[in-house]
Nanobody, 123 residues
Framework: QLQLVESGGGLVQPGGSLRLSCVVS????????IGWFRQTPGVEREGVSC????????YYGSFVKGRFTISKDSARNKVYLQMNGLKGEDTAVYYC????????????????WGQGTQVTVPS
């Protein structure tokens, strides 16, 4: 059973940066598409970024506008989300997710999820 654990969230001032980490265990990171999502209370969960396992192609939500970067360290089975230029509207719980049964970066429907890490940016 694949397990994902996020870390790196916290309180950051507008314009600041955070790097979220997601450690994957129970499987080999390179065998999975990896995504980052976020959710705030009462709002539908939205995709932040995704990395394709086949060729490493990356996808970003339209709101990212070049501020965030997804990357991975296969040797450590870790995925990162570097977030720069943070704004109040980026406040959310951020989740990493993984799947290898379908092209989830396009279709959605991830099977494995972490517990989330809170990011707070005062408005």
């Amino acid at each position: 059973q694949l397990q994902l654990v996020e870390s790196g969230g916290g309180l950051v001032q507008p314009g600041g940066s955070l790097r979220l980490s997601c450690v994957v265990s129970g499987g080999t990171l390179d065998d999975y598409d990896i995504g980052w999502f976020r959710q705030t209370p009462g709002v539908e969960r939205e995709g932040v970024s995704c990395m394709n396992r086949v060729d490493g192609y990356t996808y970003y939500g339209s709101f990212v506008k070049g501020r965030f970067t997804i990357s991975k360290d296969s040797a450590r089975n870790k995925v990162y989300l570097q977030m720069n230029g943070l704004k109040g509207e980026d406040t959310a719980v951020y989740y990493c997710a993984a799947d290898n049964h379908r092209p989830v970066c396009i279709t959605g429907g991830f099977d494995y999820w972490g517990q989330g890490t809170q990011v707070t940016v005062p408005s």
